[in-house]
Antibody, heavy 120, light 106 residues
Framework: EVQLVESGGGLVQPGTSLRLSCAASGFTFDDHAMHWVRQVPGKGLEWVSGISWNSGITGYADSVKGRFTISRDNAKNFMYVQMDSLRPEDTALYYC??????????????WGRGTLVTVS | IQLTQSPSFLSASVGDRVTITCRASQGISSYVAWYQQKPGEAPKLLIFSTSTLQRGVPSRFSGSGSGTEFPLTISSLQPEDFATYYCQELDSYPPTFGGGTKVEIK
């Protein structure tokens, strides 16, 4: 089955760290760039970070630049985001999303169900 | 670029023709995408490159537009179409999403 499954969310205090994981299955993982998109419950969508198929290109929203680090392991079909110096405004449901292309095509054609991060 | 979706809330009946408009704060030279999100679920890509239907999306959905105005039309609303719809522009880095339009049953 083609799917993305996020894990690693939880309740943490401001200033602490968390690492989210995204497990991909059912498709050729290294054919696609991957992204993290977050959503405050009941609110809209915000792109957080993205990584190209070979990790050669990474990008971050200004709101997380310098605090979040995205990575991927194509051998294991996993993507990660290390979130440091967490702030209350980082509280959101974090989705893992597949890009239609191998570099940043920006069309997110497969999403996981999300993992909730609460910073309080 | 800021995207404003109108209306933000829409009450409609099964079989209705529905149009949601995504308006950009400045002209978009690239494309727009549309996503559907049902309660408790992840977003689903409906349309990319402004007017191309994602595989498996019913043909009652259509996208169009250029410049600052991009409509999403559902030609005959079905029970499974009641959801929140988001537009996304691809001109900016990073691309931004509209605030969403919630379509509810009248």
């Amino acid at each position: 089955e083609v799917q993305l499954v996020e894990s690693g969310g939880g309740l943490v205090q401001p200033g602490t760290s968390l690492r989210l994981s995204c497990a991909a299955s059912g498709f050729t993982f290294d054919d696609h760039a991957m992204h993290w998109v977050r959503q405050v419950p009941g609110k809209g969508l915000e792109w957080v970070s993205g990584i190209s198929w070979n990790s050669g290109i990474t990008g971050y929203a200004d709101s997380v630049k310098g605090r979040f680090t995205i990575s991927r392991d194509n051998a294991k079909n996993f993507m990660y985001v290390q979130m440091d110096s967490l702030r209350p405004e980082d509280t959101a449901l974090y989705y893992c999303a597949r890009d239609k292309g191998s570099v940043f095509n920006w069309y997110f054609d497969l999403w996981g169900r999300g993992t909730l991060v609460t910073v309080s | 670029i800021q995207l404003t979706q109108s209306p933000s809330f829409l009450s409609a009946s099964v079989g209705d023709r529905v149009t949601i408009t995504c308006r950009a704060s400045q002209g978009i030279s690239s494309y727009v995408a549309w996503y559907q999100q049902k309660p408790g679920e992840a977003p689903k890509l409906l349309i990319f490159s402004t007017s191309t239907l994602q595989r498996g999306v019913p043909s009652r959905f259509s996208g169009s537009g250029s410049g600052t105005e991009f409509p999403l039309t559902i030609s005959s609303l079905q029970p499974e179409d009641f959801a929140t719809y988001y537009c996304q522009e691809l001109d900016s880095y990073p691309p931004t999403f509209g605030g969403g339009t919630k379509v509810e049953i009248k």
